[in-house]
C-alpha cells in the first residue's frame, strides 16, 4: 500500500510541475484533470486503510 500511494505521490508531484511550463490553456486543462485523478486516487488508498470509528449510541 505504501509503494502504490509514493508512486502515485510521485506521479501527483511530477504533473503539478508539469504543470509550471504547460503551453496554452488545453495542455494546462489536461495537466489539472490528470492530477486531479491522481489526487482523488490517492486519497481513495489513504481512506481505504484508516481504521473507522464505529459510534452507535
Request: aromatic fraction near 8%.
Amino acid at each position: 500500500m505504501i509503494v502504490m500511494t509514493t508512486k502515485l505521490t510521485h506521479k501527483y508531484a511530477f504533473t503539478l510541475l508539469k504543470m509550471e511550463n504547460a503551453e496554452g490553456r488545453n495542455e494546462y486543462m489536461d495537466l489539472v484533470k490528470e492530477a486531479n485523478l491522481l489526487w482523488h486516487q490517492i486519497e481513495r488508498k489513504k481512506s481505504k486503510h484508516t481504521p473507522r470509528i464505529n459510534c452507535r449510541a
